[in-house]
């Protein structure tokens, strides 16, 4: 079961059917905990699911080297893109994001625990990269 706290609008995570949804709505209510989401063929329509009903979806090396993370074949995948370079320790006990952004005005380092995709997206929020956190690209 994922917490309410581990997802942002725009996570990517999977229900109990296996669907894969882009969270569009967030009801923390204690008792009926709900995402609300999109489906492709009713746009127009806001759906909802149990939290409970849903799980992260694994980061995989499919995942990571879809979305043009380099395989170091050493257990991490690197993205070094100019400003900034991610990289995700794969194969060790404890799965660690880093995400290193640097610029001439600022520089920042994220370093989150964490193998799934979501868990993925909100580090690159918290390194200020919320456009490649919506951009991702899911191996199906």
């Excluded at 905990?33 to 090396?61: F, M, N, S």
């Excluded at 990571?64 to 070094?80: A, T």
Aim: one cysteine or more.
């Amino acid at each position: 079961m994922i917490h309410p706290h581990e997802i942002t609008i725009g996570s990517l995570i999977r229900t109990n059917t296996g669907e894969i949804i882009r969270v569009e709505g967030i009801s923390t209510k204690r008792k009926h905990r709900k995402v609300g989401y999109h489906t492709p063929d009713d746009p127009c329509r806001i759906k909802y699911v149990r939290l409970a009903q849903c799980e992260g979806i694994e980061l995989t090396p499919e995942i990571l080297e879809k979305n043009g993370l380099e395989n170091r074949h050493d257990g991490s995948f690197v993205l070094n893109e100019g400003e900034y370079l991610i990289s995700f320790n794969y194969y060790s006990d404890v799965k660690t994001i880093r995400i290193i952004c640097h610029t001439d005005y600022f520089c920042n380092d994220v370093l989150v625990y964490g193998e799934d995709v979501h868990q993925l997206q909100f580090a690159l929020i918290c390194a200020g990269l919320p456009e490649l956190a919506m951009k991702l690209k899911i191996a199906e």
